[in-house]
């Protein structure tokens, strides 16, 4: 085995001569620091004695020689105080006979030598031997760690990056070498004066190459106008913008739409199906036609649209035909796009602008809605841009089920549109929106104790917290939104109060699901009066926490009186399904 360390003086010798005498010295002698030349020139004084007293017809050539040996040695030792702070042996290579493990330290014996520091910089590398084949690896394992202050050792080269820092233990790591050679780079502090020793072996296992995932990094989040309750540059959805060109509104909606994506940071799909896409920060837009013709058009794959081409796209559009378009294509061709994709957690939003109702429908059967998209099914929040529809061609967006409802937006045509939409569905959902409890509000009260109050709490609304029927698993397509924001007001009904005690509590359980964004998007629930939310707070900091994650076992939490408040809280980007909560009184000693 070979020994590789920063060298002090005392340890590993530099010549045979020096290794001669240092191998005489007395071990109490080498472990001084700085001692190796007084045990030199002892055992050479020593020596000349002895020849002296014993030999003295042969003194006089013995001394000579030793004489020799002894400058040798000095000058070696000399070398090896000038040299001692240098990395040494830094490049070291497996050989399977001589050699099987390769080791790297650093001791230190008091830090400093002859007015010297040791090396604070090391770049160590370890190779296979010549002969290693394909599935030949390295391993790393951490002997000694006595790294100071901010001393540090990162390896290079393995499948998975290891840092050592002080306050790593030693360990045999996992990870694999994905190629012949790896890298130890040490650092430290001049004062730190730390130890370590490693270890780095021939196994076999070798992992394919890491790849370099290279990502579109979003923009710089310049201010924005302060009209805007987020910055609209951290929007990032998959918007489907589909416009009715038949409609006499035609540049009205062009007009709307260039001011909105304006606004956006793009982050467009490569059109290269090899390329791994980039599911977080920045919107992809994908533009579509829809007429009263027999035609349709899509002007680029899914989500691979930039700014200049989606620009450039509407600006081209023109009216063609008249009456009412046609709906089918948007089912049998568009909405496979939503599909087209291995982002499945970024927001869908479909944006239909238009004036009428679809040529399929059927004025004289306004209450159903035929043809009908199951547009939450796939994920996708479907809003309606109109401008003068009037109501029977309204009928039709109405008369869809819950949960699958229309957005509306009505058009001014004035300058205010763009920051209304804006706040009301994209940097903003509290507005009325399809992942709201209700139509109207962003805030609803709900009343424990009251008849029907046992129905769950679910936000969105259409989470149920099931598994999915077809592949048996937790998870849905069915997501709530981004940049929402949902509260639940629980309020105590006086079916809970005891006339002979009314201020006596009434403790309820609450057993949760949730599958939320990790660390990003929200659950609080708080225990207290919702009407004072500093009293809520104060009681929530030492009682529950937030909620964040996944949790699909029932997790049962107890709330001391039957009044507090949920409040749902997500961010701009990655939609997962959401929290559902039921509320039952507390029986017993404990919630079940």
């Avoid at 031997?129 to 393995?158: E, H, P, Y």
């Avoid at 290279?214 to 923009?219: D, G, H, I, M, S």
């Avoid at 009066?529 to 104060?538: G, H, K, W, Y």
Wanted: glycine share 6%; aromatic share 10%; proline share 6%.
């Amino acid at each position: 085995m070979l020994l590789i360390e920063e060298r002090k003086a005392g340890y590993a010798p530099l010549s045979s001569s020096f290794s001669f005498l240092t191998a005489m010295c007395p071990r109490k002698c080498l472990v001084m620091e700085g001692s190796t030349t007084y045990c030199l020139l002892a055992t050479v004084i020593s020596l000349f004695a002895s020849i002296h007293f014993f030999y003295p017809r042969r003194s006089k050539i013995i001394k000579m020689g030793l004489l020799h040996l002894l400058i040798a040695a000095l000058a070696a030792s000399a070398a090896m105080a000038e040299d001692k702070c240098a990395c040494v042996n830094e490049k070291q290579t497996i050989d399977p006979i001589s050699n099987p493990m390769m080791f790297f330290q650093q001791p230190t014996i008091g830090g400093v030598m002859n007015g010297k520091t040791c090396s604070m910089t090391c770049n160590f590398k370890a190779s296979l031997d010549a002969g290693a084949d394909s599935n030949a690896t390295l391993q790393v394992q951490l002997l000694t760690n006595k790294l100071q202050g901010k001393g540090k050792i990162i390896v290079g080269g393995m499948n998975d990056t290891i840092t050592i820092t002080p306050t790593t233990s030693p360990v045999l790591f996992n990870a694999r070498s994905y190629d012949v050679d790896i890298t130890l780079d040490f650092t430290e502090d001049a004062a730190d004066l730390g130890e370590f020793m490693i270890v780095v072996s021939k196994t076999t296992g070798r992992p394919p190459p890491n790849v370099v995932k290279t990502t579109t990094a979003a923009p710089p989040t310049a201010p924005y106008d302060p009209k805007f309750t987020h910055n609209p540059k951290l929007v990032a959805n998959d918007i489907m913008i589909a416009f009715d060109v038949s409609s006499p509104n035609v540049e009205m909606y062009k007009t709307f739409a260039q001011d909105l994506i304006r606004e956006l940071s793009f982050n467009p799909k490569s059109a290269d199906a090899t390329d791994t896409e980039d599911c977080g920060a920045g919107s992809r837009v994908t533009v579509v036609d829809l007429s009263s013709l027999e035609w349709n058009i899509q002007y680029a794959p899914s989500w691979t649209t930039s700014y200049t081409q989606a620009d450039g796209n509407i600006a081209s559009i023109v009216q063609v035909g008249s009456g009412r378009f046609n709906f089918n294509p948007i089912e049998d061709i568009y909405m496979s796009g939503f599909e087209d994709t291995s982002c499945e957690n970024r927001g869908r939003i479909f944006m239909l602008l238009t004036s009428t109702s679809p040529s399929e429908f059927n004025y004289d059967d306004p209450a159903v809605a035929d043809p009908e998209i199951r547009f939450l099914d796939k994920g996708v929040h479907q809003i309606l841009v109109r401008y003068n529809m009037n109501s029977t061609d309204k009928q039709y967006y109405d008369a869809y089920d819950k949960p699958n409802i229309w957005n509306y937006f009505d058009l001014s045509g004035g300058s205010a549109d763009i920051e209304k939409f804006f706040n009301s569905y994209l940097v903003d959902s509290r507005e009325p929106m399809t992942c709201q409890l209700t139509s109207t509000s962003s805030k609803i009260d709900f009343t424990i104790g009251k008849a029907g109050s046992s129905v769950p709490i679910s936000i969105p609304p259409y989470y149920d917290a099931k598994k999915t029927s077809t592949s048996g698993k937790w998870g849905t397509k069915k997501h709530y939104c981004n940049f929402q924001e949902t509260t639940v007001r629980l309020l105590k009904d006086k079916s809970l109060v005891k006339s002979n005690e009314p201020n006596a509590k009434a403790p309820v359980c609450l057993t949760v699901f949730y599958d939320l964004e990790t660390g990003k998007d929200f659950v609080s629930i708080f225990s207290g009066n919702p009407d004072i939310p500093d009293n809520q707070v104060e009681i929530v900091r030492q009682a529950l926490q937030l909620l964040t994650g996944r949790d699909v076992s029932g997790t049962v939490f107890e709330l001391e009186d039957a009044v507090g408040s949920i409040v749902f809280s997500s961010d701009e980007k990655n939609v997962y399904d959401g929290f559902y909560v039921t509320i039952t009184p507390k029986v017993g000693d404990e919630c079940a």
